[in-house]
């Protein structure tokens, strides 16, 4: 019986139904712009900061099981004094990404203030996310990359991806002109040099441009490219939602479902609004696990963290279960 069961969910996956409804997450879900990772039984996610916990830096939630989550703390006490100076006002920091390389643990966060494009991506270390283990320390690595008013892109939202070469690349942006894309290296983790604009991946093609949280996954030969549309930050009236499009090369060009070009304005939508889940964006992907936040409209509109299983069609299309 077992085995029949499994055999029915597979198949109901591989079409796209859904299969039966995941376990409920419970615990602390208070998480705005998730990025999900695992080492060993261990779930970790990091997500936009609060000024009122931990100085805004950004925080950290644990669980055991990928169900039960508990709030771990901050990765520093405070926002490091630099970029208060590079940028004026900066009272929390945003939208995470936090990848292992060797037996080190990356973590890229942003800068900002909202509406501005005055931002700063930077770069924290650690060789465990255990903070139990003595050897727990963040270390503060300094800038990625920077935008000022008078650059066309937006850099927040950092998301990595290393390509089949071994190279490194971190995919970003907000508004503006969209999502645009520079070349990492390792083992520092920083831009490498020598590099002129930063590529571009996609653009909404009409004002506002309302297109951000880029995060590439690489799966079968295809780069998958996951954006967040539309807005977000608005409780109820939040009308964000998760789009997708595919390319052979991860700078590009990518496509949507029905060929279109995501730098014209393409991009499948996999995941909006449903029931009491409103606005699900903000998005990172840990294997077959998309983590993402929403609003909660049985809770005033406030934000929850949400993990959903992606299945892939004979199509190589990925689907939300």
């Not at 602390?28 to 695992?38: E, G, K, S």
């Not at 934000?303 to 689907?319: E, K, T």
């Amino acid at each position: 019986m077992k085995r029949l069961l499994a055999l029915i969910t597979c198949l109901l996956l591989t079409i796209g139904l859904p299969a039966s409804a995941a376990p409920a997450l419970t615990g602390d879900l208070r998480t705005h712009d998730p990025a999900l990772i695992r080492t060993g039984d261990d779930w970790y996610v990091f997500s936009t900061g609060d000024e009122r916990v931990g100085g805004g830096t950004v925080q950290i939630r644990h669980s055991s099981d990928g169900k039960h989550w508990t709030f771990a703390g901050t990765v520093f006490d405070r926002i490091p004094a630099w970029l208060s100076t590079e940028v004026p006002g900066v009272s929390n920091l945003w939208a995470p990404e936090i990848v292992k390389r060797g037996s080190t643990y990356y973590l890229y966060y942003s800068a900002s203030t909202f509406g501005s494009n005055r931002s700063v991506i930077a770069l924290a270390t650690n060789t465990t996310l255990n903070p139990r283990d003595p050897a727990y320390r963040w270390v503060d690595r300094g800038l990625v990359h920077r935008s000022l008013p008078t650059d066309d892109y937006n850099a927040i939202d950092p998301g990595i991806i290393t390509d089949g070469q071994g190279v490194p690349w971190m995919a970003f942006g907000s508004f503006w002109s969209g999502i645009r894309m520079i070349r990492l290296q390792w083992p520092s983790g920083l831009a490498a040099p020598g590099q002129g604009a930063p590529l571009r991946l996609a653009d909404r093609r009409e004002p506002p441009n309302a297109v951000e949280a880029p995060y590439v996954v690489s799966r079968n030969g295809w780069y998958y490219l996951f954006v967040s549309f539309d807005f977000c930050c608005r409780g109820t009236d939040s009308t964000y939602k998760i789009a997708v499009g595919r390319s052979r090369s991860v700078s590009g060009p990518y496509s949507d479902k029905a060929g279109k070009a995501l730098l014209q304005g393409g991009g499948t939508v996999i995941l909006s609004s449903s029931g009491r889940k409103i606005g699900p964006g903000g998005q990172s992907v840990y294997g077959n696990t998309l983590a993402h936040h929403y609003y909660d409209a049985d809770a005033n509109g406030d934000f929850r963290l949400d993990l959903r299983q992606l299945s892939w069609g004979s199509d190589g299309w990925p689907r939300v279960s």
